[in-house]
């Protein structure tokens, strides 16, 4: 390849490119994925594009065509482009990389046993890392822990760096995002942790809701949200409850949360628990003695797959240290029968039929508000979680908005003390408990 071209009449046909291109895409993906092409020289009729190697062959196969097209749009006598590589990105980015190399190999979009509770929130995802920053930014993903929410974040960041490893990605947990920024503080000053978690194309952080109750954190975590979204960077984002029940965390906190896709993952069908089952068994390479076994056990285990297989490890164990096959009567004897739903008092019931019954919104019988009908909706809720569930005091204070054990406390003592002397109070906790109770409001 030669330039026969100058140089200067080279650049100016670029220019001319890049503005039809960036009127033909969002903007960011024409910063990500564009605007680092350089023109490197020509040959003939082709104009030959120098591009950063982490990203060459992404753009070759999806942009080229685009490309073309707008090359042409010039009226240049250049019709067709190929690429050369150019210098990798930053140095700066190579510790983020290195970051990425701790990721669960093991999680991946191939891995990901699709069904009814997560299908939704699987495309979103792989159509996130086929193209981040154009489907859904930010993407928030939620439901109780063992569903796969993590899975599919790892799944995200394994799939770009396979693709895409010119990115600078990064997946962390809160936990990890707090401890990191609170280590900065401490030591080396708050810029450097800016740098780090400001500087990237792709951000996914699990369980958000670890964020609740941690003030400065949070305040960094706003800053570094609204840096990485105005800069066109992909958000994606994951935690036990939806945006608006995280209700300790600050109201534009929750509102960003909720601008882009938020979907659940819900727990698993039985057909989506045998089909996780007959995977693990594929993959261990053992031997069922019958064809009920993975259906026995699938019926025995409902909440989630990280307890499915925790299951089908303790069954297999003790099937080889007591030399018996895996079978039907074996399940039985290893793994308890899960209780039915209907038996159990799911806090969400309380909270969503005491709202109900004062008028007021979940929000606001979980959040900060202090006006009277709010405060004793939430202390005849405290009432009835502590009365109705097996939770301990720190727990319920969890899922009330983050409150403390005392405060839990004083709330379950005021009512009891207004229970001997208030009938209308008295009356209304009677029929809560009775329609929390009841079948037939367990079945809808």
Avoid: C
């Avoid at 291109?21 to 993906?29: I, N, Q, W, Y």
């Avoid at 063992?146 to 600078?168: E, F």
């Avoid at 409902?302 to 307890?307: G, H, L, M, T, Y």
Wanted: proline content about 5%; hydrophobic content about 40%; charged content about 25%.
């Amino acid at each position: 390849m030669q330039d026969d071209t100058d140089r200067q009449d080279l650049d100016h046909l670029w220019e001319e490119v890049q503005e039809r291109l960036r009127a033909s895409v969002p903007p960011s993906t024409f910063r990500l994925w564009l605007e680092p092409l350089r023109v490197a020289g020509t040959q003939g009729g082709v104009l030959y594009l120098s591009a950063p190697g982490g990203i060459r062959a992404w753009v070759e196969r999806r942009y080229s065509s685009l490309i073309r097209e707008a090359l042409a749009d010039t009226g240049t006598a250049f019709r067709d482009v190929s690429f050369a590589a150019a210098l990798s990105r930053d140095a700066e980015l190579e510790p983020d990389r290195a970051a990425t190399a701790e990721l669960n190999p093991n999680y991946t979009f191939e891995r990901f046993v699709i069904g009814e509770g997560n299908r939704l929130a699987h495309a979103a995802a792989l159509a996130v890392a086929e193209t981040p920053s154009e489907a859904y930014n930010p993407l928030f993903l939620h439901g109780p822990p063992g569903l796969g929410k993590t899975h599919l974040l790892v799944a995200i960041a394994n799939y770009l760096r396979a693709n895409a490893p010119g990115l600078n990605v990064r997946y962390t947990t809160a936990e990890s995002f707090t401890n990191e920024f609170v280590g900065a503080l401490r030591s080396s000053g708050a810029e450097a942790f800016k740098r780090r978690y400001r500087n990237i194309d792709v951000l996914l952080v699990d369980d958000v809701q670890f964020l609740e109750g941690k003030h400065h954190t949070e305040e960094e975590f706003f800053h570094t949200f609204n840096t990485l979204y105005e800069g066109g960077s992909q958000l994606i984002l994951s935690a036990d409850r939806i945006p608006s029940e995280l209700s300790t965390l600050a109201l534009r906190l929750r509102d960003r949360f909720e601008w882009g896709l938020t979907l659940p993952v819900e727990p698993p069908n039985l057909a989506t628990r045998l089909t996780v089952l007959r995977r693990l068994v594929r993959e261990a390479g053992v031997e069922t003695a019958d064809g009920n076994v993975l259906f026995e056990l699938a019926s025995r285990i409902e909440a989630n797959v990280r307890q499915l297989h925790g299951a089908l490890t303790r069954a297999i164990a003790h099937a080889s240290l007591t030399a018996k096959p895996l079978s039907s009567e074996l399940i039985v004897e290893v793994i308890p029968k899960a209780p039915r739903s209907v038996e159990t008092t799911p806090v969400e019931e309380i909270q969503q039929k005491v709202a109900v019954a004062f008028g007021i919104s979940r929000a606001e019988l979980v959040g900060a508000t202090r006006t009277a009908t709010p405060v004793r909706a939430r202390q005849a809720a405290i009432f009835l979680t502590r009365e109705l569930t097996d939770l301990s005091l720190p727990q319920i204070g969890r899922l009330y908005g983050g409150r403390d054990h005392s405060t839990i406390l004083n709330s379950v003592r005021r009512v009891e003390a207004r229970l001997t002397k208030d009938d209308a109070l008295a009356s209304r906790i009677a029929e809560l408990r009775s329609a929390i109770h009841s079948p037939a409001a367990n079945s809808t």
